[in-house]
């Protein structure tokens, strides 16, 4: 089974500047999937970026970008220009390919707080 | 195109009790699933759809029912509510053929058993 560990239950960072959130995954499958998804206090899950594993190269979505290292199974977000609309929880979340539920295996989150 | 619903958006529950949380998606997606968010945990798998009259567990199905008799529909029924149920509950749907198995999620039913 795949598990996803995000080591950082918080993080804060000051607007306009940049913050790394940080993702390992631990799976025996060659291709799959990868996730960010953004919950405000809204509660309303948000899809910020995804990333095939077969791309060598990192997905990039505005102010967001991923940094991928299959070799290592790590799977970070930078967010970059931060504003407070970027304050929420932050999970990341593995999803396999091929025939079968195409379920999404998620860490536990990391709370962002943008300080003004 | 309002994306996937759900209903109620609250609910207090008294022990014993059962009730229904409603899905529905317009995206004419065929897989949906329920979720649900314990509090500074992520979300875990109850059950999933792969299509109309099919479904099948995930990782956390007990004290839960699901049934798929419309591609559009996919309610959650709780039967005999226990305070370990107590949880918010996210439904979500993917067409991952052709668009890839990111989810759509609905706005979450914040469900308390007391």
């Known amino acids: 089974a795949q598990t996803v560990t995000q080591s950082q239950p918080e993080m804060s960072v000051q607007e306009a500047e940049t913050v790394t959130l940080s993702c390992t995954y631990d799976t025996s499958e060659n291709n799959y999937y990868l996730f960010w998804y953004k919950q405000p206090p809204s509660r309303q899950m948000i899809l910020v970026i995804r990333q095939e594993a077969y791309k060598q190269q990192n997905a990039t979505e505005n102010r967001f970008s991923v940094n991928f290292q299959k070799a290592a199974k790590s799977f970070s977000l930078k967010i970059s220009d931060s504003q407070l609309g970027d304050t929420a929880m932050y999970f990341c979340?593995?999803?396999?390919?091929?025939?079968?539920?195409?379920?999404?295996?998620f860490g536990k989150g990391t709370k962002l707080s943008v300080i003004p | 195109n309002a994306g996937v619903t759900q209903t109620p958006k609250f609910r207090i529950l008294k022990i014993g009790q059962s009730m229904t949380l409603q899905c529905t998606q317009d995206m004419n997606h065929n897989y949906m699933y329920w979720y649900r968010q314990d509090p500074g945990m992520g979300l875990k798998l109850i059950y999933y759809s792969v299509g109309a009259g099919i479904t099948d567990k995930g990782e956390v199905p007990n004290g839960y029912n699901v049934s798929r008799s419309t591609t559009e529909d996919f309610p959650l029924r709780l039967e005999l509510a226990a305070p370990s149920q107590t949880s918010v509950y996210f439904c979500?749907?993917?067409?991952?053929?052709?668009?890839?198995?990111?989810?759509?999620f609905g706005p979450g039913t914040r469900l308390t058993v007391t």
């Open positions: 979340a593995f999803g396999e390919t091929g025939a079968g539920s195409y379920q999404l295996t």
């Open positions: 979500a749907s993917s067409l991952p053929r052709t668009g890839g198995p990111e989810q759509y």
